[in-house]
């Protein structure tokens, strides 16, 4: 038997699948610990694609009750079945679900086994979770487990494998956060917990689900708002007085009214308290009509607006919503906001077309201040941006959408009518603030991308080149290079938008002054292969993880046309060699040093130019010999005269030599 092993502790056997104990975003094996301390252990195997809460677990880690799908450790594995890298959590295995399957039926509970076995155990988990500053917000009948003892105490599961919320369905969300967009329902707090352990204990005491398939989910949500969740979800279930109490108290749509841990304990000891009457909505003297369905209060006009935002701002600027708002609503407050956060009627009324967008926003936003953000079809809490923005990275429509929310002004405007914000928020929100300046930044670290890695510290690079190797870390960055530079095809240089973007986020030894390089021209000869060079280099220094002789393999084909500039041969064959024997060792920076050796350059560069010049002098004299062999007649006859003279002149010496010789003779 082969099996897979994670940090040279756990090993994972991929043909063993325990799906008795998978969750909507991972599958569960079999795992067995390297050791006698962890006892029966069961791995998830997570979606890549789906963020997992790196924060939420470490918060678990080491949990010291027995309520809790018990988190033991996590990794990354390479995966064979999909042929790459995923996320790994190993957790200790519980005993049985209760409910197998959303659509299950079972026993229902007594009021005794609800708050021994459920609620009781449960209480103590929320507030465990709460007090390490996280909420479960995976709270469901199909995620709870009996504990492994047989005493017949049920567990919580896990909360780690996907965004908070990202798998309840909507009847186990407060309406705060089933507005949401799945993937934007943000973190939530304690007060949604206990609305989904409401729902559970529902579940629990009529022995099923108590609403079924929602194939409308807006109507559902509609209903809820309009009508009360304790009306929509219990409607017409029968249940004793006792439990109605609970029910109330724990369903109630306000989260200042609803239930809390202590009110919980107080009713679990014997204490009755004052039934919680359903608050719904105020209604308006007449309803306000959006896309052929009747509002008759602000928080439906709100939800409605957003879901119909391309044509609610013709609505907005209209009339007749004017004197819904001052007539048939009569709501101070919501004036006041409307006066504070987008202005007058008149200003209203004549916002450009351009800007319907953002105006439907503000209204969604003025009409109901505590729903999500609403934004061009975007339905998202604040803290739900990053999730959101990652796992719709590719779909042009969800990148837009949040960059037009994000540079739309909208968020500073949603902040001023917060009355109560919790401090994780406010670090959200102080991240987003510096966003706008990124985006404004076309350059290679900068953009969209550079606010992917920013909103989600935990995130993995989703360059192609790499993410099916899931890097979390910039030291795993080189690592991963050279796995890619063994391929058969290999992307046309190591750097790309997601990656450089990845380094800027993650890394504070390659900040914004290492990148800035790769948004400026670069006349060099394989100039944008040695800027990345330059960056890559840095990041093998830094991290100091090991030799990387593919990579340097890569760098080598690529910067050739810097070797062939070069002009002396013997030189350039020097450097062939050079570049060759520090591709070999893997080091980033020798091959660095060899093109950064502007010495070597400029000596280059000298010598060819004297080369240049003793060319061009000799070619003046070649010219000059030429020109003379052109006019080679006109020499002829000049030298035959010289040559005339000379014989003449000698043979007068010769001639008179003579006659005085005779003559002294």
Sequence with gaps: MTTIALKDRFDIDDTLPLPEFDSPTAKAYRCVGRGSEHGELVALICDPQIPIRVEAMEAVRAYPGLGLFKFVDSGVVNWPENNRRQPALILNQPGERVFQRMDSVITPFSDDQLINLFLGPAANTLRELSGRGIAHRNLRSDNLFYNHNGDGTIILGECISAPPGYNQPLNFESIECGMADKTGRGEGNIADDLFALGVTSLCLLIGRNPIGRIDDADRYMLDRINQGSF???????????????????????????????????????????????VKLPPKAGRPLVVA????????????????????????????DFENWLKRSLNDDNIQENITRVIGTTQVIQGTPTAENGRLVSLMSICLDPSAPLRHQGFSLHVDGIGPSLAM?????????????????????QWMSLQSRTKSEVLQVYATLEKMPALINQSGPGYGLERCLYELNPYLHCMSSMVEHLYITKPEELIPALEAVAQGAELPPIPMDRHVAAFLAARSQEIGDRVLRPLSLMDERPAGDALKVLDILARVQSVYQNGASPSLCNWFQALTTPAVKAFRNLKVRQQVEDTVKRASDTGSLGELQAIFNDTRAVQRDEQGYARALQEHSQCSAQVAQMNLSLQHKGNLASELGEQVAAVVSGVMGSIGATVAIAFYMM
Excluded at 254 to 270: F, K, S, V
Excluded at 395 to 409: K, V
Aim: hydrophobic content about 40%; aromatic content about 6%; charged content about 25%.
């Design 231 to 277: 009306a929509c979800i219990v409607g017409s279930h029968r249940i004793q007085m006792n439990m109605l109490e609970l029910l109330r108290g724990l369903l109630a749509d306000d989260p200042r009214e609803r239930w809390t841990l202590q009110d919980l304990d107080l009713w679990m000891g014997g204490l009755r308290l004052t039934p919680k009457q």
């Design 292 to 319: 052929g369905v009747e509002h008759e209060n602000v928080r439906s006009a709100a939800y409605g607006l957003g879901q119909h935002w391309f044509t609610s701002a013709d609505i907005v600027k209209g009339q």
């Design 392 to 412: 719709g990275f590719s779909e042009d429509n969800i990148r837009d959408g949040i960059r037009e929310l994000i540079e739309g002004r909208v968020l500073p």
